[in-house]
Structures are given as structure tokens and as C-alpha cells.
């Protein structure tokens, strides 16, 4: 057995070394299309079959693709979903078991980046690994809220909230669900329930329905993969290290590396068109109908196509359209938990250190969260400075004022996406440092210097009320 296992692996390293990507980043992308005939085999073979059957089929699934990936450390999963259920169903869902669930899931995740990173990204037991950690830290926040009373509720933890816990079989699928549980994307466990009672369709819904979609996602995917292909021949992470790139005028610096971080953004967009089209394949993104009466199937989004690609700033467009579905956990089991804190800032500071942290050790994440911090700080005041002057507002509104006012936000979002995913694409301080300094810091001088330069914004747009009122 040994030789043909020798072979696949040495055809596999033929492949990735010919297209320019590492074997594990190869075995990782096989795994994320190997959804789709799993969703086909699914559908057609198993969808049908009692819970239990289709629980075996998912395990397995998610296991066998673990374990081609990651081999014999992806039973640091399972060690860890083990540690969780046991707590729950020793504890039930109390505030004892979500501080139990934050703290390990977390902790556990710490560790293992600690022993397994190196000085780039790592394709290893840990990337499937922070994908559970949400997910079984949500797990242990929706039993709790199971035994809140309703009134104390919002919409989304009555929608979520779990009245008993599921059985060891059942979250084992939960967490091995073999469409999402490499890269995402997150859904609770009721979503997971609605599936398996296959009521994740509308009334009138056949099996072909959700076919389009999903082929229409897949196809997007292969597009923006091929955009990152084709922007990394031209501005690889090397160029901004090179002779040459510091020997070009300055705004030609800051302006390539808007395009570089543009370009690597398609990367992460790539993957999650990807593992979105074989989550609508396979039923899990049903997300209710339209006006219409029409079928949803953006249940399992991460990103707003849309959106992104005409982002106007950082505090609202851009985080509402990438990574949609983290945000969203983030949103619900971090941000509005925080609000005993009685400061929004402090929340969005919390949030921001747990993505942080969640996402690894390395400088250039927390370097990252910081540049979001400091941008959404800016922006904001700088609307609310802008919207206390009303003449000023108002003529903005004009239509060619506002076609003006789009291309110079366009402009804007482009330049300084660069510097804002420089951090987290790079990972290490001396290169990040690097980059900052060839440029001058801009976006640190113009986001984080707002509180030294904002009065004479003020003055020049002092608070004025348009004279008609």
C-alpha cells in the first residue's frame, strides 16, 4: 500500500510545485471540492435515510477528509469536542459551561498554534481546529440560553437556543460537517437540526433548485481564483520586499500595495465561493424565501460579491461583506454579550482581541485588528463631523457630487485596503515594519492621527443647519 500512496503524494507535489502553491494547500483545495460529490451522494443516496444514518454518512465524511489532510493530530478535534459535550452534559447549560467552553476551546486553540507555527501560514490541525472552536463555544452558548427565560432573549438566541442537548452523534456531525468544517462557514446547531429533518427547503421545493446557485458560486469561485492567480504574477508579497519596489516614487508605492492587498483578498474569496456553492449543493444554506416566495440560498455566505467589490469604507461595507458568517458569530456570542461593559468601544475592543487571538500568535494579526480598530474610529466620527454640517451633507447628495464623492470613497477603500490586510497576510513584524516604513505609515498617520486633525475638520465644517428648515 505504501508505493501507491508514494506516488499520489509525488503526483500531488508535481502539481502544486507546477501551479506555484505547497502540497498542503493543494490536499486542503482537493478536500474543499471533494464537498461537492459528497453533497451529490448525499442528496440523491442519503438525505432520505433516518438521522442516524445521515450522521454516520457526515462523520465519516468530515473524518476521512480530516484525516487525508492532517492525518493522525486531526484527533485533536475530536479530543476537544469530547472535553466540551462532557462538560455539557455533566453541567447542563449554565454561565459555569460557556466560561468553561470559552476559556478551553480557546486555550487549547493557543496551544496548539504555539507548537505548530512557523514563520508563514500553516495548513495544519490548527486551521479546522479554529473553525470548531467556534463552533463548540457557540454550542455551549445557545444550551445556556436554552434554560434562559424568553423575555431575556433577542431574536437571534430564540432562533438558536437549544432546550436539551443533542446527543454525542449528533454533535459529532455538527462539528465534522464535511462541507464547512475545514474553512467554515459557521451555523449553529438548529441549522444543523433543520437539515438532517430535511426541513432546509420551501414547501414547493424539488431537488433541482438549489443546483443554479450552487453552480453559479462554483464558477464565481474558479473566477477569483484566477484573479488572485493572475495579481500575484504581477505584485507577489516578494515585490514589496524588493530593490525595486522601494525605488519607485511614493505614491506609487502606496498605490500598488491597495492593488497587492486587493489581489490577496480574492484568495480567501476564492475558497469560500468554493465551500458556499456545496453548502447550497448539499441543502444547508436554505435561508428562508423572498418577497417573492422565492428560495434563498445565501444561508452560508461569507462574502457579498456586490458589496465588496463597490465598498465605499471600512466601519460598515467592507465588514458587512467579508467574512459574513464569523462576523456574524462574532456579533452574537462576543459583541452583545459584552454590553454590561456599557461602552460600544470596549465591546468592538473585546471582539477584536478574541479575533485576534482566535486567529494565532503572530504580530501581524493583532497589527491587523488594530488597523480595523483605528479605521472604524475615524470613519465614524468623521461621518458624524459631516452630518452635523446639513449644508454640507446636503450638497453631497447632488448627482454629480455624489458620482464625485463615489470614486474618490472607491479610491479610498482601494488605497487603503493594502495597508489594512498587510499585517495579517504577512505574519511577521520585521515585514509588516518593512512595508509600513516604505510608505511612510499613511494610513496609520491618517486613521490613527484623526484625533490630532480633527478639530480643524470641525472648524472647517462646523455643525449647520440647512436654512429651509
Known sequence: MEEPLMETSSILKTIADSVGIGEPALKLLLSILLGYPIAIVHRHFIAKQPPTTQHVFIVSCGLLLGFYNFGIEFLHSTANMLFIYGVLKTIGGTAHSVIIALVFNLTYLLVGYYYTSTESYDIVWTMPQCILTLRLTGLAFDLYDGSLPEAELNKDQKLNRL??????????????????????????????????????????????????????????????????????????????????????????????????????????????????????????????????????????????????????????????????????????????????????????????????????????????????????????????????????AERLQDPVASNLKWLVLKIYTLIFMGPCILPLAVLKFDKWWMVYSRTWFFSQIIWGGWILYKPLVKKLLPPRRDRRE
Request: proline share 3%.
Open 163 to 392: 432546550r436539551e442537548l443533542p446527543s454525542l452523534l449528533e454533535v459529532a456531525g455538527y462539528t465534522y460537517f464535511p462541507t464547512s468544517f475545514l474553512v467554515g462557514p459557521q451555523f449553529p446547531m438548529r441549522k444543523y437540526q433543520e437539515f438532517i429533518a430535511g426541513r432546509m427547503k420551501g414547501p414547493t421545493e424539488t431537488s433541482a433548485h438549489n443546483i443554479s446557485p450552487a453552480i453559479r458560486r462554483f464558477l464565481l469561485g474558479c473566477l477569483y481564483a484566477g484573479l488572485h492567480t493572475f495579481g500575484n504574477s504581477y505584485y507577489p508579497e516578494e515585490y514589496l520586499y524588493s530593490d525595486e519596489y522601494a525605488g519607485v516614487a511614493l505614491w506609487k508605492r502606496i498605490v500598488e500595495l491597495g492593488i497587492w492587498g486587493h489581489f490577496v483578498l480574492y484568495k480567501y474569496i476564492s475558497i469560500w465561493l468554493f465551500t458556499e456553492g456545496s453548502c447550497i449543493l448539499i441543502g444547508i444554506a436554505y435561508n428562508g424565501q423572498d418577497a417573492s416566495g422565492n428560495s434563498k440560498w445565501d444561508g452560508c455566505a461569507n462574502v457579498d460579491l456586490w458589496l465588496f467589490e463597490t465598498a465605499q469604507n471600512f466601519h460598515s461595507d467592507y465588514i458587512r461583506s467579508f467574512n459574513i458568517n464569523t462576523n456574524n458569530w462574532m456579533m452574537q456570542y462576543i459583541y452583545k454579550r459584552l454590553r454590561f461593559m456599557g461602552n460600544k468601544y470596549y465591546s468592538q475592543l473585546g471582539v477584536l482581541l478574541y479575533l485576534a487571538l482566535w486567529h494565532g500568535i503572530h504580530s501581524g494579526y493583532y497589527m491587523c485588528f488594530f488597523m480595523e480598530f483605528i479605521s472604524v474610529f475615524m470613519e465614524k466620527d468623521f461621518e458624524n463631523v459631516v452630518k452635523r454640517n446639513e449644508v454640507f
